[in-house]
């Protein structure tokens, strides 16, 4: 077994996966993508991570790397390559498959509960899950369901949270793979997603306090979670 994970920023690294992947004693890569770096050959691949990012998946001019990862995804997919990706990596595929990727009705920055549908609740990755979970949010933008892809789990306003194509490519809107030191390095980051109604620093100190009753079983569903992905073969290469 062979993972690749691909970054799109140093702030947004693999966190529970990285740690899941050393638990299990699974060899894996880390690809941060910026210019000069190029993506491997598909061959000696299992398994591909797409993580997050803060820029938008239409920005190729901005992000050249980005056109290479978009014909990259496609033939992951069509290869039967199991593919995971998390929000901005969700996008991407989601755009791979020809689906719209665009503003979402609201910034989700935080915890909101996400719901399983009738299909997602028999799902051999998110059958393990609660009807209804808190999921930890940082997006924009959102995606429509690709066509002839399953939508798994839903929320309101923004109702298209996970999905999988075919058997084998699945898209998060959402961050499983977020530790606490992750999100706190997120605020800091990303400071200045907090201005709006509310003064940031309330904003700030809601979050925190959010967080940490949450954490340690959002740790525990995400390596469950993520052990099952990995543990899932590839039905074509």
């Not at 991407?92 to 915890?111: S, Y």
């Amino acid at each position: 077994m062979s993972v690749l994970i691909i970054k799109h920023v140093e702030t947004e690294g693999p966190g529970l996966i990285e740690y899941c992947l050393e638990q299990e004693k699974i060899f894996h890569q880390i690809l941060e993508l910026k210019p000069g770096i190029h993506l491997p050959k598909l061959d000696d691949l299992t398994h591909i991570v797409l993580l997050g990012g803060p820029m938008n998946v239409y920005e190729e001019d901005r992000y050249p790397f980005l056109k290479d990862e978009d014909l990259f995804i496609k033939e992951a997919i069509q290869r039967g390559k199991r593919i995971l990706g998390i929000c901005l990596g969700a996008q991407l595929i989601a755009k791979a498959l020809g689906a719209k990727v665009f503003k979402a009705p609201v910034k989700e920055i935080g915890w909101y509960d996400v719901s399983l549908t009738r299909i997602g609740s028999i799902d051999p990755l998110f059958s393990q899950l609660p009807k209804t979970f808190s999921v930890f949010q940082w997006h924009e933008d959102t995606f429509e369901i690709p066509h002839n892809a399953i939508l798994i789990a839903t929320s309101s306003p923004v109702p298209y949270q996970a999905f999988r194509y075919g058997d084998n490519a699945y898209g998060l809107q959402f961050h499983l793979e977020v530790t606490r030191e992750m999100i706190r390095e997120w605020m800091e980051t990303y400071e200045e997603e907090f201005e709006g109604s509310q003064p940031p620093l309330l904003s700030k100190l809601k979050l925190l306090a959010e967080t940490q009753p949450k954490i340690e079983a959002y740790k525990k569903r995400g390596i469950g979670f993520l052990r099952n992905f990995f543990r899932q073969a590839n039905k074509r290469t």
